[in-house]
């Protein structure tokens, strides 16, 4: 019986340990061939593709891994694979791939060839971390998963080493992390002394006790979202991301915008469900445990987010730093997806981040391209590059007006199905509030416009043409995002058939 629950629990965790092989296999190259790295990228690339064919055969293989000894829980476990893990799961791996491409074209990558190995080797380990932590259902697996996604993310903040404010980002993420993380640990601790348990779907059965003390168990779960605040950028826990956007490589800020973010809601979202819902009634509402006010706080966490960001980043002349606040700004906006507490809110979390991979993605790539050839990020180094550069500076303009949420593009439809939520949850002032940010958020987006169209070309504003491989991928990200704010059928029924999370 023990060797059937082992051999069930790791036929679940298949592309966990796809990953740790593609990791040990990456290491392992980048000893043997210390000479010439030229192969290490293609050996990372391998090991992603690989990873992304045994997440995807892992559609309809759900179940728990590791499961409690508990007799009253014991069909429970560490690790829930569902369709809710897929779909995030997903979002990392897609998210991955194009990092690595972009990692191909990147200047500030190509100067550290010789450290190649150890840079592949970080994103493997901020990449399996990202997979346990989307799938943890304890709270052990949460904050070890959360450790290895933050300390591989720590390194490559400052990887390259190529100015001071590469290590400054790197100190700053990491004594900010610290401090998170030891909020976190603290909360957990406070958990487990409430309940005996660190598994979630324990905990909701026990906090239901007319016994448990609601003072010690909601300074608990706030010390917990102030760890799972920090990772997915949300105020006040939001103070190190423009500095280690602005300092990371482009390439690792890409990367931290898009795949940890979808690892950190995915934490949040499971963690709010799987412990503090009761059950989902048959119109999708989810039925929250009286125990904790979850809806207050997120929802003034979710309109602090979007407004500090967004009017942070109108006074941003680093395009880098500005597309930081935007991030933290689009963080406020995903969080109303959670705050109506429902399987629409869900899908419009889900929707928001398939459409949000492909624009952040294409900007930050777009930004990478520039800035190999400039050198330089700030925006008034942008002036008249739309005219020596229409390929990118249309293509960026597409990007920009995504980010906007303006139609035709995918972003519209980001933001359209959230207001949906909101206004079936009869939310509607927060709507307000959220229609109202994207208005500001506009104004820094049509800035960079602005800089690009509006300003004539001196002669110093170079003419910045893409390789061909760069010209395949920009425009692969464009028409995506064109195609699915016209046709986006196909990732609202993705996001439909992902709805469900192991419960109770």
Do not use: C
Request: glycine share 6%.
């Amino acid at each position: 019986m023990a060797n059937t629950n082992l051999y069930q629990s790791l036929s679940l965790i298949v592309p966990e340990i796809v990953l740790t092989i593609a990791l040990l296999v990456l290491v392992t190259a980048d000893l043997i061939f210390h000479k010439d790295k030229k192969s290490i990228p293609f050996v990372a690339l391998a090991g992603i593709l690989l990873t992304g064919y045994f997440t995807l055969i892992q559609i309809g293989n759900y179940g728990f891994a590791f499961q409690t000894s508990a007799s009253a829980f014991k069909h429970y476990g560490m690790f829930a694979s569902d369709p809710f893990s897929i779909f995030f799961k997903v979002i990392v791996i897609v998210s991955s791939l194009l990092i690595v491409f972009f990692s191909f074209s990147s200047d500030e990558i190509q100067k550290i060839t010789d450290r190649i190995g150890e840079y592949y080797a970080l994103i493997f380990g901020m990449i399996l971390g990202m997979y346990f932590m989307i799938s943890a259902t304890d709270l052990i697996l949460i904050y070890l998963s959360l450790e290895l996604l933050s300390l591989s993310s720590y390194v490559l903040s400052g990887f390259t080493k190529l100015r001071d404010r590469d290590s400054e980002a790197a100190l700053k993420y990491l004594l900010y992390g610290a401090v998170s993380s030891g909020l976190m640990l603290f909360g957990i601790s406070l958990i487990y002394g409430l309940t005996g348990s660190t598994n979630l779907y324990i905990i909701n059965s026990l906090i239901q006790s007319p016994d448990v003390n609601l003072f010690t168990l909601a300074f608990a779960v706030i010390l917990i979202f102030a760890g799972i605040g920090y990772k997915i950028s949300s105020a006040p826990f939001h103070f190190w991301t423009p500095d280690v956007y602005e300092g990371a490589p482009i390439t690792i800020t890409a990367f931290l915008s898009v795949a940890s973010k979808a690892a950190g809601f995915a934490l949040l979202i499971r963690f709010v469900k799987t412990t503090f819902v009761s059950y989902t009634d048959p119109n999708g509402m989810w039925q929250l445990i009286n125990v904790f006010d979850w809806k207050t706080l997120l929802i003034s966490i979710s309109i602090l987010t979007m407004t500090l960001g967004n009017f942070s980043a109108l006074w941003q002349d680093n395009l880098k730093r500005m597309l930081a606040y935007s991030s933290i700004a689009h963080a406020g906006y995903i969080l109303l997806g959670l705050v109506v507490f429902s399987d629409q809110g869900l899908k419009a979390i889900f929707i928001y981040f398939a459409v949000y991979m492909l624009m952040n993605l294409g900007a930050f790539l777009i930004v990478m391209l520039i800035a190999n050839k400039i050198g330089s990020e700030e925006i008034d180094d942008y002036n008249g590059l739309g005219f020596t550069s229409p390929f990118l500076g249309v293509a960026f303009t597409i990007f920009l007006i995504s980010l906007t949420g303006l139609p035709p593009t995918a972003g519209f439809i980001g933001k359209l199905y959230l207001f949906i939520a909101l206004v079936d949850a009869k939310m509607i002032a927060v709507a307000v509030i959220a229609l109202l940010n994207s208005v500001v958020s506009l104004y820094y987006y049509v800035r960079v416009l602005k800089h690009m169209y509006l300003t004539s070309p001196t002669k110093d504003t170079p003419a910045v043409s893409a390789s061909l491989p760069n010209t395949i991928l920009v425009s692969a990200l464009v028409l995506a995002t064109l195609v699915f704010g016209l046709y986006f059928s196909p990732v609202v029924d993705a996001a439909e058939s992902s709805l469900f999370i192991l419960g109770l």
